[in-house]
């Protein structure tokens, strides 16, 4: 039996995701971007997968939810009307040693002191006074800071604005896609025989600009969401917003994560218009943190930009002719921290014969590659031609691997470490007797299937 060691410090997730091309910082050539990342080719078939099973649970299985993909950019105004633009910001704070700026709150919360980016500027600056000698700067150890101020997280641009002076109209990046939902309800509703109480759902990049962004993909500037925004009669909120909170739990267990890793977190500081919000949290290497928010926003979404764009949106109930603004429960995720969250619940090390085997436990739906297809040895035609031969048919089902190098025992750990549930080989033997060997990543048992099981035997595993 091997000895597995659950060392998934961040380091080694971050080193990982280097080494095997899922993760790389942005512009490394140009000694990086902050807080920007990209995805390799192991980490966007992961981040699709993630993808993928957000939107067959949210659209495909239900019969109340159905898609958009709103554009990036949206008309200024929305972002006035959503508040956005006097409102969504975080306390900042400068060391006056090193000059690094912080997110105030986050400071107060590490060092034990209860504070959140809601606080007006007034309450945090008097926690932070209050508790001045409890705080470090985390780069130099000072303890001397400027008064916190809020700074605005959208990032602007100049996009249709031709004139030198543009940031004084400017064109916002979004930084959330749910906006792109509400000011569509109408077009949905009008077009997509949708009737209260229905969703709708869409991925896509938003932008931020995210005063301290360190944590590696957990924060970063740029970003991707996966949101669904359920319209419903006033008064049902509280019904549906209970179940929501149950489906997306389950979504989380489903996806292989431990429940032990999870936990609700309760918003106590509720913003006027919310009736509930909890996060869900993930245990990441660096403590338990936001993964997911399910929100009941009340009607507050679709009176502002009623109000600001002079549109009626307002529901008619076909079955009673009531008009209402509908209410909305709110589940919004971040692709790069459920990414982060299932490495950091599939890294593992083992210990075989004194030797480390690092391989991740992944579900075999959210693998980047699902079978790894080997000739047993290189140089040898007529292995590389059946080898060839079997992967030819496995990549029409599958996403599949060939690899003809190094030894075979290298080429099962390469595949550990990406997470490839299953590696086929190819062998003398299976010239003559047609059968090969699969060997199973988790247990690391071979077994001999005959070629023509194959297809059969991946599709009641995989
Ligand atoms: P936090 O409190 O961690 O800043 P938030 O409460 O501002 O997060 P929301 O606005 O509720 O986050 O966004 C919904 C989801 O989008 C979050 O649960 C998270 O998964 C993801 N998300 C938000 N900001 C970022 C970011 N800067 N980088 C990566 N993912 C993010």
Known sequence: MPQINNSNSLDKIVALCKRRGFVFPSSEIYDGFTAVYDFGPYGVELANNIKKEWWRTMTQ????????????????????????????????????????????????EEAGIFADEKMSEEKINQIFS?????????????????????????????????TNDWAKEPTYLRGETCQGIYVNFKNVLDSARVKIPFGIAQIGKAFRNEITARQFIFRTREFEQMEMQYFVKPGDDLKYYEEWKAARWKFYLDLGIEEKN???????????????????????????????????????????????????????????????????????????????????????????????????RLSPKLAPIKIAVFPLLKNKPELVNKAREIFNVLKISWRCEFDDNGNIGKRYRRQDEIGTPYCVTVDFDSLENEEVTVRDRDSMKQERIHISELERFFREKI
């Open 61 to 108: 299985l239900r019969d109340d939810v159905v898609g958009l993909d709103s554009a990036i950019f949206m008309s200024p105004k929305i972002w006035e009307a959503s508040g956005h633009v006097k409102g969504f910001s975080d306390p900042l704070t400068e060391c006056k040693k090193c000059h690094t700026r912080l997110r105030l709150d986050a400071l107060l």
């Open 130 to 162: 209050e508790n001045k000698n409890k705080i470090k700067c985390p780069i130099c150890g000072a303890s001397d800071f400027t008064p916190g101020k809020k700074f605005n997280l959208l990032v602007q641009s100049n996009l249709g604005n031709f």
């Open 262 to 360: 999870l936990k609700w977190h309760k918003h106590e500081n509720l913003v006027f218009y919310a009736r509930e919000a909890y996060d869900i949290e993930y245990n990441f290497p660096f403590g338990f943190k936001e993964l997911e928010g399910v929100h009941a926003r009340g009607d507050y979404d679709l009176t502002q930009h009623s109000k600001f764009s002079g549109q009626d949106l307002q529901y008619l109930d076909p079955a009673t002719n009531e008009k209402f603004i509908p209410h909305i429960v709110e589940t919004s995720a971040g692709v790069g921290r459920i990414f982060l969250a299932i490495l950091t619940e599939a890294y593992q090390e083992e210990t075989i014969e004194s030797e480390t085997r690092i391989v991740l």
